[in-house]
Structures are given as C-alpha cells and as structure tokens.
C-alpha cells in the first residue's frame, strides 16, 4: 500500500530518475574512461550547484505562473560590484574581511533585486517576464558599464578557495547546495508560504479572495529567487576568481528547460524542487557527456532548446487528451443516470 501511494504522488520524480540512470548509464558505455574518470566526476560535482541554484531561483518564479528572466544578470552585477569592493586595498590588506564583505554585498545586492522584481510584479501589478526582462536589461547594463565590458579580477585567496574548496572528495559547493535544496524542499512544499505560492500559481484572483495577500507572496517569492541567484553568483565568481556579466549566460534557458523537464506547470500551481533538482541532473550529465564527445556548443544549444519544446509539447498533448477523457467520463455519467 506505501509503495502504491509513493508511485502515485511521485511518478514523475521516478521516471525523471530513471531517465537519468539510462543518460548515465550510456554516458558511462560510450566513454568509460573519460567519463567514469574521477576528475570528472569531481568537475560535474563542481558544476551542478551553479547550475541547479539558478533552476531553483526560476522554478519559485514560474509556480506563481511568472518567470525570472533577470536571474543572471542579477547574480553576475551583484558579483561585480562585489567584486570591485574584493579588489580594493582594504580587501588586499585584509582578505578575511574583504571576503565576508564581498558574500554580504553579493547576497545583500541579490536580494535587493529579487525585491525590486517582486515589488513591481506584486505591488505594482506588472507583468513578470517583462519586468524581469526590462531589470535583466538594467542589470546587465549597470554591469558593463562597471567593467566596460570585461571583467573584475584579483580576489582575495579565501574568496576564490570557495570555488575549489573540497571536503575529501566532495566539494564543498554540491553541500551548499544540497543544503538550499533542502531549505527551498521546506519553504516550498511543506510551509504556509509554499502552500500559498502554489495557490497564487493556481489562480492569483481565488487566493486573494480567499484572504491571502498574494502581493506579499508575489514579493516573497522573488526575494527567494534572489536568494538563490546570490547564492550561484557566489559559487560562479569564486570558480572563475572572476566577475562578469555574461558569466553563466547559458544557464538561463537551461533553468527554464530544466524547471520544465522537472513537472513544473509553465502557468504555475503545479511542480516539485524534487523534479526540477533530478532535471538539473539529468541535464549536466548529457551536457558533460556531450562536451567529453567534442559536440559543439551551438549543438548542445539546439539539443537543449528541442527539450524544452518538445517537453511542453508532450505536457499540452497530454493535457487535452486528460481533459477529453474527463470530458467522455461525465458525459457517460450523465447517460447512465
């Protein structure tokens, strides 16, 4: 009985992870050496977190039927005026210092930019792809114009030492974002907030009249996302020793292909950080893989893309025939009353 009840309210976790074993799996058979190597191995667990935090920053947005189209250059102008700060004398004089900084002032900008997006889409009414294209915009603005388009260099060492740290085998990166999986797991499906994201996903207008105040939910779920996008601007930075606004450029698409892949409703109301976390894995296995094979990024790119379409595609397919079925049910219903 368990077992029946687990199948049914995780379906699509188990096909996800299954599918994940089969990508492994054939990862493994066509390129043992390379691929099963444990540098790579280690790399993809260096990789991921970057990757995964930025799927879950996008996966709060589009459960409230939104999206966060700001979510990279949100995190990468916050690194760079960080990172302006890390390369000053103080922070040469005192790195310990400069780096704490540096974490607070990314974290601190992310967060002012994820309540910037919720304030103009909750508050103001506006709608969110626009305004979060219109802020990705400013964003990316405000960051080439800090570094005239290249980049700002010359971090602390206690800084950089984030993005190598390991403890053992396992860097400390796949911890840290381990741990916002878990957080996130718990604010978004088992808490009052969660509970009423799902609901504002569901129908924003049914929520408020049911005495949510779904501008504060709005708000909420946007300082969350920028919780998250700060916590990957930290991880991306410290890889690169660097800031740069186009860091990570191809994570956007990629969070939202893995956000869908994952069971998230692209009108909101329905999804798991499960899902999308299993997706995020699914998808750096095949990029990994690809790369060992030499492809192409531009290929890896329209593979990505035919994901995501053909996804959205399925669920649409999928959708309409349920709702047929459910059509055909009550009409046989009716008959036989």
């Known amino acids: 009985m368990f077992l029946k009840r687990l199948k ?44 995964g935090l930025m799927a879950l920053a996008m996966m709060a947005a589009v459960l409230t039927g939104g999206m966060n189209l700001s979510i990279i250059t949100g995190s990468m102008m916050s690194a760079i005026i960080a990172g302006l700060f890390m390369s000053s004398a103080f922070t040469q004089a005192n790195p310990v210092l400069g780096t704490v900084g540096g974490i607070v002032l990314i974290m601190g900008i992310s967060l002012l930019t994820g309540l910037l997006n919720g304030y103009l889409i909750g508050y ?97 779920v946007y300082v969350f996302s920028g919780l998250c996008y700060g916590l990957s601007g930290i991880l991306i930075s410290a890889h690169y020793a660097s800031a740069k606004i186009d860091y990570g450029s191809s994570y956007l698409m990629q969070a939202v292909t893995a956000v869908v892949l994952g069971g998230t409703d692209i009108n909101g109301g329905e999804g798991t950080v499960a899902g999308t976390v299993i997706a995020v894995m699914i998808m750096q296995t095949l990029s990994t ?49």
């Open 289 to 337: 893989g690809l790369n060992i094979f030499g492809t192409d990024r531009y290929i890896i790119n329209i593979i990505t893309g035919s994901i995501l379409i053909l996804v959205l595609a399925v669920r649409h397919i999928t959708g309409i025939l349920a709702d047929r079925r459910m059509i055909a049910k009550r009409r046989g219903n009716t008959t036989v009353v």
């Open 124 to 220: 103001v009414g506006c709608v969110a792809m626009l305004i979060t294209l219109g802020t990705r915009m400013i964003y990316e603005g405000i960051g080439l114009r800090l570094t005239k388009g290249g980049s700002v260099s010359g971090f602390p060492e206690p800084f950089s030492s984030i993005g190598t740290a390991k403890i053992g085998w396992l860097p400390v990166t796949i911890v840290v974002y381990a741990l916002m999986v878990v957080v996130a797991h718990f604010l978004l499906e088992r808490g009052k907030f969660g509970q009423e994201t799902y609901m504002v996903g569901c129908s924003e207008v049914a929520t408020r009249f049911s005495g949510v105040n779904t501008r504060k939910v709005l708000l909420l």
């Open 8 to 51: 049914e309210s995780h379906r699509n976790e188990m096909v996800l992870f299954l599918i994940f074993v089969l990508v492994f799996v054939v990862m493994s058979v066509l390129s043992p050496k390379k691929f099963l190597s444990s540098t790579n191995l280690q790399n993809m667990c260096f990789q991921m977190p970057e990757f």
